[in-house]
């Protein structure tokens, strides 16, 4: 079955524009898949939760699957799960697919799941080992990923697919053309993502004597930590715009010289990989599935989680020697094309699409024909 013909709808909350990472890797599939492929989606809470809201939402949601299964039988449902809420929305519309017998992928995102399921009753638990041993096939974002739906939950490993995320190609680019380096930081401004060691790494000894600006572009808690920057002394040097779209986050990826992320938690962060994208020196933490996309000291450089000093000392790195950043931007820049571009990303999706459409019925050849 040629994977142009299969439909797809997709599960998440908040939609395109308030699912974070998760929503712009859905928007950039569905840009992608172009407009001869049927994708559609179904947004599972709004843009964040509220019962009175999120409610019906979830309730479109579950209508929508019941539609498609009466006037598309055979479409895909796609539905991107992470922890604590999302795991209980997801468990109702998994049981709704299991029960009309909907084919269905359970694409996991959270950023640690085995903790999760740590913190979950054992009635929780058995239900979420349902949901995820009755899905046709689970995607995960890296290896630490399929070993917790292996080993906790029991998905058999031949029904696993590790897919890691993708972001489209910002084609070539060459440095930033300005004397002062830059550093980026793309994401929720908050404790998870490390922004308190960021903001005392910027303000230490080791950089403050250095000719550098930083960019910290996010939702979150801006105020609070425009704040706390003026309080650091870092007024002058330092600016939070506030969420911004892909095109405006493009255009500061496109002008930096580091992408900064020192998570202390992540799947596949979508601000790492668009920074291999862009070609730019990535400092990370070795969370999540990063270090299955960034090789220390060859793409990328890696800092401790929550070690402000040792954050401080890698940026200063970056900053005193351009040829180590042209270095690790040019490696980066080559692993995206190999690894992480929306080419190989659509064509291992469109497989798994394909493996599990079923062969159109004679009675649909005769009406397409």
Same mark, same amino acid.
């Given at each position: 079955?040629?994977?142009?013909?299969?439909?797809?709808?997709?599960?998440?909350?908040?939609?395109?524009?308030?699912?974070?990472?998760?929503?712009?890797?859905?928007?950039?599939?569905? %840009?992608?898949?172009?407009? @001869?492929?049927?994708?559609?989606?179904? %947004?599972?809470?709004?843009?964040?939760?509220?019962?009175?809201?999120?409610?019906?939402?979830?309730?479109?949601?579950?209508?929508?699957?019941?539609?498609?299964?009466?006037?598309?039988?055979?479409?895909?449902?796609?539905?991107?799960?992470?922890?604590?809420?999302?795991?209980?929305?997801?468990?109702?519309?998994?049981?709704?697919?299991?029960?009309?017998?909907?084919?269905?992928?359970?694409?996991?995102? %959270?950023? %640690?799941?085995?903790? /999760?399921?740590?913190?979950?009753?054992?009635?929780?638990?058995?239900?979420?080992?349902?949901?995820?041993?009755?899905?046709?096939?689970?995607?995960?974002?890296?290896?630490? /990923?399929?070993?917790?739906?292996?080993?906790? $939950?029991?998905?058999?490993?031949?029904?696993?697919?590790?897919?890691?995320?993708?972001?489209?190609?910002?084609?070539?680019?060459?440095?930033?053309?300005?004397?002062?380096?830059?550093?980026?930081?793309?994401?929720?401004?908050?404790?998870?993502?490390?922004?308190?060691?960021?903001?005392?790494?910027?303000?230490?000894?080791?950089?403050?004597?250095?000719?550098?600006?930083?960019?910290?572009?996010?939702?979150?808690?801006?105020?609070?930590?425009?704040?706390?920057?003026?309080? $650091?002394?870092?007024?002058?040097?330092?600016?939070?715009?506030?969420?911004?779209?892909?095109?405006?986050?493009?255009?500061?990826?496109?002008?930096?010289?580091?992408?900064?992320?020192?998570?202390?938690?992540?799947?596949?962060?979508?601000?790492?990989?668009?920074?291999?994208?862009?070609?730019?020196?990535?400092?990370?933490?070795?969370?999540?599935?990063?270090?299955?996309?960034?090789?220390?000291?060859?793409?990328? $450089?890696?800092?401790?989680?929550? @070690?402000?000093?040792?954050?401080?000392?890698?940026?200063?790195?970056?900053?005193? /020697?351009?040829?180590?950043?042209?270095?690790?931007?040019?490696?980066?820049?080559?692993?995206?094309?190999?690894?992480?571009?929306?080419?190989?990303?659509?064509?291992?999706?469109?497989?798994?699409?394909?493996?599990?459409?079923?062969?159109?019925?004679?009675?649909?050849?005769?009406?397409?024909?």
């Amino acid at each position: 079955m040629h994977e142009k013909s299969v439909k797809v709808r997709h599960y998440l909350a908040g939609g395109r524009e308030f699912a974070g990472g998760i929503g712009r890797l859905v928007g950039y599939v569905v %840009d992608a898949a172009g407009p @001869d492929q049927a994708h559609r989606l179904s %947004d599972t809470r709004g843009p964040r939760w509220s019962p009175p809201r999120s409610l019906p939402r979830l309730g479109l949601a579950l209508a929508a699957m019941l539609g498609d299964r009466i006037v598309a039988p055979g479409r895909i449902h796609h539905i991107h799960v992470a922890g604590r809420g999302s795991t209980i929305r997801k468990l109702i519309l998994a049981r709704l697919a299991r029960a009309i017998g909907c084919t269905h992928v359970l694409h996991l995102h %959270d950023n %640690d799941y085995a903790a /999760d399921l740590a913190a979950r009753t054992p009635r929780q638990l058995a239900r979420i080992r349902r949901m995820f041993q009755g899905a046709d096939r689970v995607v995960v974002l890296g290896h630490r /990923d399929r070993a917790t739906v292996v080993e906790h $939950l029991g998905v058999a490993p031949s029904r696993t697919l590790v897919l890691r995320n993708c972001v489209p190609d910002p084609g070539p680019a060459g440095p930033p053309d300005r004397p002062v380096p830059t550093i980026l930081f793309l994401g929720t401004l908050g404790p998870r993502k490390g922004v308190p060691e960021l903001l005392a790494a910027l303000a230490s000894p080791a950089m403050t004597r250095l000719d550098w600006r930083a960019v910290l572009a996010g939702d979150g808690a801006v105020a609070s930590y425009l704040r706390e920057a003026a309080r $650091l002394g870092l007024g002058e040097r330092v600016s939070m715009p506030g969420w911004l779209g892909r095109a405006e986050a493009g255009a500061l990826l496109a002008g930096a010289d580091i992408l900064v992320l020192p998570s202390h938690a992540e799947g596949m962060a979508m601000a790492v990989i668009e920074g291999l994208a862009h070609g730019r020196a990535v400092v990370a933490t070795r969370v999540g599935a990063h270090e299955e996309a960034i090789e220390h000291g060859v793409n990328g $450089l890696f800092a401790p989680v929550g @070690d402000a000093e040792a954050l401080a000392a890698t940026l200063a790195r970056l900053v005193v /020697d351009p040829a180590l950043r042209a270095r690790l931007g040019a490696a980066a820049r080559a692993s995206y094309l190999e690894r992480f571009s929306m080419g190989a990303y659509i064509g291992r999706l469109g497989a798994l699409y394909g493996s599990l459409a079923p062969a159109p019925s004679g009675l649909l050849e005769r009406k397409t024909t």
